[in-house]
C-alpha cells in the first residue's frame, strides 16, 4: 500500500472566536487568536491518497490532476481571503486548524473520487511551522 | 479523528555511551557519538495529540497549554543541558534519540491529560536533519 | 568584519491598498492583496548587525539582548495584529514587504545602538517562502 | 513501539513514459514528465523501522549501519544516474515516485533484516517540496 | 536601498561535459556529473532587484509581475527540459550552476526593466540544498 | 562576479565562558550558554567564493574539491567533539558563532587558495535556525 502525497500553500487571514460567546469569553478561551481585527498565515496543506499504483501507468493518482483539485477547490477558494468571512464552505466554522483539516477533507472527497480509485487517507494542514493538524479517514483500519 | 501536532526545540549536550561498557566496547557500539567530552544538537520535538474537536472551541486541545507544558516539562529541562547529567528524568538512560521519544512520552503524558480528553498519540524527536524517532502509542488501534 | 543575524517570526493580517485611490485602481495596482477583507501571512524577519567581536565575550552582540530588542520593538506590537490598523509605527504606511523592511529598520536602529557597538547592517522581512525584502543601510561601504 | 527513520538523498534524471504506449499516449498520461530527453529532481528518501530500544545500546537499530545500508543499496546505484535505463533493478520500471518507493522497499528488505531486528515500517520517496509517496509495509497492524 | 527578492523553481536533467574534451578527460573534470545519460536536480533560482520603494504602491517591484518574468524567461523554458540540449539560451554552455546563474541574468535583464526602474541585483540558482551561485551586477558599487 | 557557496554540517558541544572571569561573571555575560557542562548544535557552515568562471570547465572553484577541503580541514576535527577542549585550533577561543565564522575562514583560506583561483569571499556559521555569524574578508571593495 502506498501513501502519495501533494502540498501546496495560500495565505490568508482569520479570526478565532465563538459568535455565541462575548469578547471577553473568546479572549479568555482564544488569547491573542481572538483579535477582531484578525491575523493571518501561510498556510500549507498537504493531500494524501492511499492505494496501489495503476500498472499502465505507475500512478496510485495522477499528480496533476491532484495539483488541479487541490487548486480549484481550497487554494482559489481560500488565497488571500478571511477564512471568517469570504469562503463559502467555511461559514459559521471557527476556523481553528483542526476545523479547516475537516472541512478541507469533505469538500475534496468528492471531487478526489473522480480523479482516482485510490482513497483520501487524510489532509494536513499546517498554519505555522509549529502547528499543524491531520484529518485521517478510517481507511487506515484496512491496511 | 485528528492528529493535532505543536513542535519545540531545544539545544543540548549528550555522548552515547552504556556505563557497564569500557570505553572500548563503547567504541564499538557508538562510533563517535561515544566521545566522552561529548557533542551536541539542535533537537526539535513534535508532541501529537489525536481526538475529536470541543464544539465550543473548534480545538482537539489549547495549543497555547500544549505549548506551556511541553516547555515546561520538557524545553526547561533539557536546553542547554547535558542530556547525561544534567536531566532528572533521563538518569540511567542512554539519551539515544530512540530513548529520548520514550522518556519525553512518559514525561508528557499526565500533564498533557490535564489540558485535553485527546489522547497523546505520539512524540517525536528530531536529532538531526536525518534522524528522527517517534514513540507511539497504541491509540492507533483505535482509529 | 563580521555579519551577526537573529531571526524572529510573527503572523498578522495586512491588505495592500493606497488609500488616496478607489477600490478599482488598487485592485488594478495590488490585485488580490487588496482584498479589504484582509489576508495574512507568517512573517519571519532576520536582522543583522556588522562589527567586530568584543575581546571579552566574542559577540558583535549579544545575541539574548537582540532577540529581547526584536521581540519588544516588533514582534510584541505585530503579531496576531493587523498590520494596517494596529500598529503605531504602520500607521499610513502600504505594508508592503519592501515598506515593512524600511520601517522595521528605522525603529530598530535607536535600540539596537543601546546594546551594541556593532552597526544595523540591514533588516529582511520574509513574507512567504518565495518574497523577502531587505532594507541595508550604507554601512556596507566601511567594509 | 518507536519508529526510526533515517534520510538519504541522491540527484537522478529521468523520464516517465511507458515504453508499450506511443509517445501521444505517453504525452497524454505523464505530461511534461514524458519529455523524452529527460528532467531530474534531488530525491531524498526516508526509511523507517519499527521496533523497540535494544536494552545495551538503546538503538532501534544502529543509524550508522542503516545508513550505510541505504548508501549502498539505493544512494550508490542511483546518484547522477538515469533511473530509466542505468539502475539494474528499476529495469522495466516506469520511475513515478511510486514505483520507486515500492522497489526500493522491496531492495531494502533483506539488507535490513540483517543489521536490525525491528521491521522495516516504510520507504518514503520525496521527489520535490510538493510530492512524495511512501510504501508501508503491513507491520502497522501489529501496533 | 532595498533587495527585493523573488524565488521559483524547475526541475531538469543535465550533464557536465566540455564537448571538446574526450570522456576521459570530462569525466576527469566533472566526476560522476559527467554521465552522458544525464542527472538531475530540482533548480530553485532567486530573482533579486535592488531599488527604493515606488511612492504610490510600496513597491520596489510588482511582485506579480516579476513572477511573470521568471515564469516566462527561466521556468518555462527549462522546467522538466534537459539543459544541455532543450533551452535555446543555453546551446553551446556548460550547464554548471556558475553558467546558469549569469545565463539567467543575461536573459532577465532587459525583461526587468520593462516592469520596474529598480536595477537587477543578482540571480542565484540553486542546484542542490549544498550548492548555489550567485551573479552579482556591479548594481552594489552605487549602495 | 559570481559567488559560489557550498555547505556541510557537523554537530559538536560547547560552553560559552571566559577562562579568565569567574562562574558567576560568565553566567552574567553568557547566561545558559555557560552551563559548564555544555549544551551544542548542528553547526551548519557555508564556504563563499568569488570568481570568474573558467572557460574549460564553467567552474568558479571545483564543488567536489571545496566540498573535500570543508570536510578535511573543519568537519573531520569538529563533528563529534567538544569545541572547547578538542579542536586545536580553538584552543583559547571562546566558542561563539562570531569567533567560529573567524577562525574557520582563517583556516580555510591556505588550503582554497590551493584549489581555485577565486578569492574566499565569506564563511558563514549557522548554530541554529535563528542565529548565525558570516565572516567577510575585504574582497567585497573588488566588485
Known sequence: MIILSRKAS???????????????????LFGDCSNP????????IEVKVAGVPD?????????????TVIHEIIV???DHKNLNTQVDFLKGVIPTVENLAEKFYEQLL??????????LYSVMVKETEN????????IESCF
Chains 1, 2, 3, 4, 5, 6 share one sequence.
Open 55 to 67: 500498472r499502465d501507468t505507475g500512478f496510485v493518482a495522477d499528480l496533476s490532476k491532484l495539483k
Open 37 to 44: 481585527s484578525g491575523h493571518g498565515h501561510n498556510y500549507s
Open 10 to 28: 495560500f495565505s490568508a487571514a482569520h479570526c478565532l472566536a465563538n459568535p455565541e460567546f462575548d469578547h471577553a469569553k473568546n479572549l479568555q
Open 110 to 119: 468528492p471531487e478526489i473520487k473522480k480523479i482516482t480509485r485510490a482513497g
Open 131 to 138: 502547528n499543524y493538524a491531520e484529518y485521517r479517514s478510517k
Open 76 to 78: 482559489k477558494k481560500c
